[in-house]
C-alpha cells in the first residue's frame, strides 16, 4: 500500500512511496500529527542520486521491523534537498554545528515545533565502525523523548537559539578591488595542485567557480598564473575518469587526487558550469581540447538529460544494474581488459592503451574507468573513432543509471546559459535551440503571474515548492545570455522581472541577501548561505545577474544593489577563495565595468552584422553584455540612438559612462574587447 509519497512530484519521494515506513512529506500537516500524537518528527532529507541515501532506504527504510518501530514511536517525514533546499540548509548548518560534519542522507530529530535536538547522518542497519545503528538510534531518542522531555526541549530550544542568533561576516557594502581579488589569486596558488591540477586533497571537486574567476582575471589583468592554473585544471580533469570518455559529460567529483575514479552520479548543474568554463577557456586559449570537451558536454546535456517538455532533469544515477539485478555503483562505465577483447577483438590493446585500463583495474574488483592518461604513444585517430562508437554502443545495451527527471529552474537557467553561448560560439544554432525551448518551458510552466519561480516541474506538472533566491537569479542568468545570443529583447523583459523580485523581497536594508523571499515559509532560521559550493550561490549569482542586467539597461537601482551585494566578497575573497568562486568572477566583472556592447545593421541577417555580433560574443572582457538588433530598434535598450555607419553594420563599446568611437571593423572591435 503506497504511503503518502504516492503523490509526489520528486522522483526522490516517490522511490520511497512504497516504503513499509508511514512517510509524510513536508508540511504543517505533518507537524500537526506530531503534537496531536505527541512523537517527535524523523527527518530524512537526500536526493534521487545520492548513493548512501538507497543503501540506508534498502537497509532501513524498506525493512518491515524498522518501519514498524518508525510507524509507531514517530511522525516520519521525507525531503528532496533539490526541491526544498531552505529546509536542507537550515538543517543541515544545525548538523555541522553539533557535529563538525554533514552530508546526505541526513537525519535529524525534531520536536513538533521543528526544532532540532538529534543529528546525524546514514546509519547503518548494525553498529559498525564505532557507528551505532539506526535501530539503537531510534530507540535511544524514544527514551529520551518519553523520559527525558524537558531536558529534550531545553536542547533543542538552545539549538535554534543558537541558530538564529547565528550572523555572517557580511564585510559591509562596498565591492572589492584590486587588492582583494590579487589575494584571492594568491590563496587559490596557495591550494593549487601543480601535480594533478585542482585545489585541495581527495576528494576533490570540479572547481568551476574558481576557474571562471581564474578565466576573468587573465582576462582582464593578463595574469598568466592565473590562466595556467585554469588550463592545467581542465586538461587534468578532461583527460581523468571524472569525465566520460565515451559520451561526454562529467561526473560530481573524484574520490582521489588525480581525478582517476568518479563518484559516478552526472548532475545537470556541473555539466553546465563545466560546459560554460571550457568555452570560455576556448574562447581564451583556441585550445582543441577545451572546444571539443564543451561540444561534448553540450551534446550530452541535449541528449540525455533534456526533458519531452523541453527542460533539463536533474541527474543521472551513480548506481545501475550490473547485469544480475544487483545495483552497483558505476557498474554502466568500468571495463575490464576482457570485456574490451569481447566488443573490440584485436582493437581491445590500443583501447587498454589508450583508455588506460589495466590488468588489476583502477576502480573495483578488476575494472578500470577509462582515462585519456598522458602518454607518448601516437594513436590512429580513425582507429580510436572506431573504437570508441564500438564500446559506446556496447555500452549502451547495459542497463542505464537511472534518471531524476525533476526540472530545476536554477539549474535550468545554468543549463540555458551554457547551451546558448556554446551554440553561438561553435555555430550550433540546435544547442541555442535547445536553450529557448528550456527557456520556453521555465516561462509557461514556472513562472506565476507574478513571474515568479516555482523551484521545480516534472512530465509537465509545475511543483508546489516556491523558488528561492538561485532560482530567480539562476534563470535570470539564463536569460540575460539568451538575450545577448539571439538578440530578443523579450529574455531581457523576463530577466527583468526576476530581478525587480530580488530587490523586492530577498535583499535587507543592508544589503545583504537571504536565500527565501520574504513572504516564503517561515522556518526555524531564515537560510543565508553567500558562499559558493556545487552551484553559485543565490547570493552571488544574484550579484552577477543585477550586473549584467544592470549594463544591459542602465538601471541604477540594480547596479547599486549589485555593488553592494559583494560586499561580501570582499569579506570571503581573500580568505576563502575556493568557497567564493562565482563571486570573485562578478567582482572581476565588475571592475571591467563591465563593457556594454552593441551590434546594430540595416537587418539582422546582414553578413557585417553577424560578423561584429560574433566577435562581441567571443570578446573575453570579463561579464562583458552585448546586444544585436537593427538600427535604432527598441527591442534591447542599448540600441537606442546606435545608428548605421556610412548605411553600414557598427558597433558601439562603452564602459562606465564612457564610449569609444563606432567602429565597422570586427579586429577593432576584438581589440576593444580585450586587455
Partial sequence: MPNRLAHETSPYLLQHADNPVDWWPWSAEAF????????????????????????????????????????????????????????????????????????????????????????????????????????????????????????????????????????????????????????????????????????????????????????????????????????????????????????????????????????????????????????????????????????????????????????????????????????????????TPAQLSEVLGEDAELAVQYFGVTEDGTFEEGQSVLQLPQSEGVFDAEKVDSVKSRLLAARSQRPAPGRDDKVVAAWNGLAIAALAETGAYFDRPDLVEAAVSAADLLVRLHLDEHAKPARTSKDGQVGSNAGVLEDYADVAEGFLALASVTGEGVWLEFAGFLLDHVLAGFVDESGALYDTAADAEQLIRRPQDPTDNATPSGWTAAAGALLSYAAQTGAEPHRTAAERALGVVKALGPRVPRFIGWGLAVAEAYLDGPREVAVVGPSLGDEGAKALHRTALLGTAPGAVVAFGVAESDELPLLADRPLVDGGSAAYVCRNFTCDAPTTDPERLRTALSR
Fill in 32 to 335: 500537526d500529527e506530531a503534537r496531536r500524537t505527541n512523537r517527535p518528527v524523523l527527518l530524512s532529507v537526500g536526493y534521487s542520486s545520492c548513493h548512501w541515501c538507497h543503501v540506508m532506504a534498502h537497509e532501513s527504510f524498506e525493512d518491515r521491523p524498522t518501519a514498524d518501530y518508525l510507524n509507531e514511536h514517530f511522525v516520519s517525514v521525507k525531503v528532496d534537498r533539490e526541491e526544498r533546499p531552505d529546509v536542507d540548509a537550515v538543517y543541515m548548518e544545525a548538523v555541522q554545528a553539533a557535529t563538525g560534519q554533514g552530508g546526505w542522507p541526513m537525519t535529524v530529530f525534531l520536536t513538533p515545533d521543528a526544532e532540532p535536538f538529534y543529528f546525524g547522518t546514514y546509519f547503518p542497519p548494525a553498529p559498525r565502525h564505532g557507528m551505532p545503528s539506526f535501530r539503537q538510534v531510534l530507540e535511544g531518542v524514544r527514551s529520551a523523548w518519553t523520559d527525558r522531555r524537558d531536558e529534550v526541549a531545553e536542547v533543542a530550544g538552545k539549538i535554534t537559539r543558537d541558530l538564529s542568533q547565528r550572523e555572517i561576516d557580511y564585510g559591509g557594502t562596498e565591492a572589492p578591488g584590486e587588492e582583494e581579488l590579487s589575494g584571492a589569486l594568491l590563496g587559490l596558488t596557495r591550494e593549487y595542485d601543480p601535480q594533478r591540477g585542482g585545489f585541495g586533497g581527495a576528494p576533490k571537486f570540479p572547481p568551476s567557480m574558481a576557474l571562471e574567476f581564474l578565466l576573468r582575471h587573465h582576462a582582464r589583468t593578463g595574469s598568466e598564473g592565473a590562466l595556467e592554473m585554469a588550463r592545467d585544471t581542465c586538461e587534468r580533469m578532461a583527460r581523468g575518469g571524472i569525465y566520460d570518455q565515451l559520451a561526454g559529460g562529467f561526473a560530481r567529483y573524484s574520490v582521489d587526487r588525480e581525478w582517476v575514479v568518479p563518484h559516478f552520479e552526472k548532475m545537470l548543474y556541473d555539466n553546465a558550469l563545466l560546459c560554460r568554463v571550457y568555452a570560455h577557456l576556448w574562447r581564451s586559449t583556441g585550445s582543441e581540447l577545451a572546444r571539443r570537451v564543451a561540444v561534448e558536454t553540450a551534446d550530452f546535456i541535449v541528449r540525455e538529460l533534456r526533458t519531452d517538455e523541453g527542460g533539463f532533469a536533474s541527474a543521472l544515477d551513480a548506481d545501475s544494474d550490473d547485469g544480475t539485478g544487483k545495483h552497483v555503483e558505476g557498474a554502466y562505465y568500468v571495463w
